[in-house]
T-cell receptor
Framework: AQSVSQHNHHVILSEAASLELGCNYS??????LFWYVQYPGQHLQLLLK??????LVKGIKGFEAEFIKSKFSFNLRKPSVQWSDTAEYFC????????????FGKGTTLSVSS | DAGITQSPRHKVTETGTPVTLRCHQT?????MYWYRQDPGHGLRLIHY???????DKGEVSDGYSVSRSKTEDFLLTLESATSSQTSVYFC???????????FGPGTRLLVL
């Protein structure tokens, strides 16, 4: 079965620090990869996605992610975080076993102090 | 934001009672999903639908049933609620296989 692993459960940063959140997936075939963000008390919103093409994907709010096929990784980055980036971040892969459903990692909570 | 609403937004119920959650979309999307979100588990798929009256089970389907009689509505029923079903339930939609999933606002369910 496909799985997604997020390495960091809770990350604490100061404003202006750089961010990198790790994500690894288990599937070796063609994948669709996503990063979603959930701000406190809100629903999930799409940050960025990778389907094919350029492995460096740019998303909203200055986030980007790099797909490295050889490492089965899709790490999320931001060069300078803001207090408003405080949220929970989920990496997800599209399943080949459940229609178009997504398999999520357990999430990483990011706390940014001002 | 995609046109997805969930009702109720909050519910408190007692063990053993049936509960139905509703997801309504205005996007005419083919695919609809129910996930539950629990601390330390991320989101896990309960059931999904790939068309009217076409549904299938997900990873954590035990104790849940679904129905989709219209494109716009996808109902999730807890046949006899248990405390382990206390969770936040999210509905999601997508148009076709390669399209992004968009999530509803969620329903927070407490089973006492």
């Amino acid at each position: 079965a496909q799985s997604v692993s997020q390495h960091n459960h809770h990350v604490i940063l100061s404003e202006a620090a750089s961010l990198e959140l790790g994500c690894n997936y288990s599937y070796g075939g063609t994948v669709n990869l996503f990063w979603y963000v959930q701000y406190p008390g809100q629903h999930l919103q799409l940050l960025l996605k990778y389907f094919s093409g350029d492995p460096l994907v740019k998303g909203i709010k200055g986030f980007e992610a790099e797909f490295i096929k050889s490492k089965f990784s899709f790490n999320l980055r931001k060069p300078s975080v803001q207090w408003s980036d405080t949220a929970e971040y989920f990496c997800a892969v599209r399943s080949n076993q459940a229609g178009t459903a997504l398999i999520f990692g357990k999430g990483t909570t990011l706390s940014v102090s001002s | 934001d995609a046109g997805i609403t969930q009702s109720p937004r909050h519910k408190v119920t007692e063990t053993g009672t049936p509960v139905t959650l509703r997801c309504h979309q205005t996007e005419n999307h083919r695919y609809m999903y129910w996930y539950r979100q629990d601390p330390g588990h991320g989101l896990r798929l309960i059931h999904y639908s790939y068309g009217v009256k076409d549904t299938d089970k997900g990873e954590v389907s035990d104790g849940y049933s679904v129905s989709r009689s219209k494109t716009e509505d996808f109902l999730l029923t807890l046949e006899s609620a248990t405390s382990s079903q206390t969770s936040v339930y999210f509905c999601a939609i997508s148009g076709e296989v390669q399209e992004t999933q968009y999530f509803g606002p969620g329903t927070r369910l407490l089973v006492l």
